[in-house]
């Protein structure tokens, strides 16, 4: 029992710091006046790492490692499969961010010219991954139910 419930606990507490930190990671981007404000972006964008790499790491446990209810269970849930496909749709919506803040970093290591311009856009994408989340918790939840 204790690393089931070690586990369900990592995974509910990287799925509030990683819906917090794409939050702090929008109010960033949002607001960025220039390389000033890069610090805070990096931070949350850290912290939004670190908390994917807990998620997906404890949720393949316990599905897939016979920590929970079987493989069986949560591939045939279609709870389970609207969650992955949401997963899925944040990992697309992910990809322009990731890709430009790690050229971001690199720029800045380099002392190189920085892309900017693409902040707005990395916002938006940022912002909209809030709602899928959200709802992946809604599923989470139905899941756990039975529903």
Do not use: S
Not at 44 to 60: S, V
Not at 82 to 94: A, D, I, N, T
Not at 132 to 141: K, N
């Amino acid at each position: 029992m204790g690393i089931k419930l070690t586990f369900a606990v990592l995974h509910l507490l990287a799925l509030a710091m990683g819906i917090a930190a794409v939050y702090a990671r929008w109010r960033g981007l949002r607001n960025l006046n220039g390389a000033a404000g890069l610090p805070n972006v990096f931070h949350a964008d850290n912290w939004y790492g670190a908390a994917a790499l807990i998620w997906i790491g404890t949720g393949l446990v316990r599905a897939f490692g016979g920590l929970e209810k079987g493989t069986e269970h949560y591939l045939e849930n279609h709870w389970f499969l609207g969650k992955m496909g949401l997963f899925g749709l944040v990992l697309v919506l992910e990809l322009w961010p990731m890709v430009n803040l790690v050229q971001w970093r690199l720029a800045l290591r380099k002392q190189r010219p920085l892309r900017l311009d693409r902040a707005p856009t990395m916002a938006l994408l940022t912002l909209l991954q809030i709602p899928l989340l959200l709802t992946m918790v809604f599923m989470a939840a139905a899941m756990a139910r039975g529903l």
